[in-house]
């Protein structure tokens, strides 16, 4: 019912700064929250940042002051601006986006993040 196609990741060096982009399609109409996680290797997959549809936000401790998430609420598309990037950044992102009528989460493909030290 909803598709989600991510972009923007890519290798940067410590210090550096990268924006994702995610795309919504289908019934976008329903979509409450979108959000971003990442996932590492042997890990839990584990939230960024999520924004409402009347532009709530929310980080994890770890990302605040560094990343800022923001939505085109008429096209549901979010971005995720990530300033100051850290080797611990390094993770594949995932675009989510929720849909209360449904009941549902739906989940992008993932963007791989990569930064060097």
């Known amino acids: 019912q909803v598709q989600l196609v991510e972009s923007g990741g890519g290798l940067v060096q410590a210090g550096g700064s990268l924006r994702l982009s995610c795309v919504a399609s289908?019934?976008?109409?329903?979509?409450?929250?979108m959000g971003w996680y990442r996932q590492t290797p042997g890990e839990r997959r584990e939230l960024v940042a999520t924004?409402?549809?009347?532009?709530?936000?929310n980080y994890a401790d770890s990302v605040k002051g560094r990343f800022t998430i923001s939505m085109d609420n008429a096209k549901k598309t979010t971005y995720l601006q990530m300033n100051s990037l850290k080797p611990e950044d390094t993770a594949v992102y995932y675009c989510?986006?929720?849909?209360?009528?449904?009941?549902?989460?739906?989940w992008g493909q993932g963007t791989q993040v990569t930064v060097s030290s």
């Open positions: 989510n986006a929720r849909a209360y009528i449904w009941n549902s989460d739906y």
């Open positions: 289908g019934r976008i109409s329903s979509i409450n929250v």
């Open positions: 924004i409402s549809s009347v532009g709530s936000a």
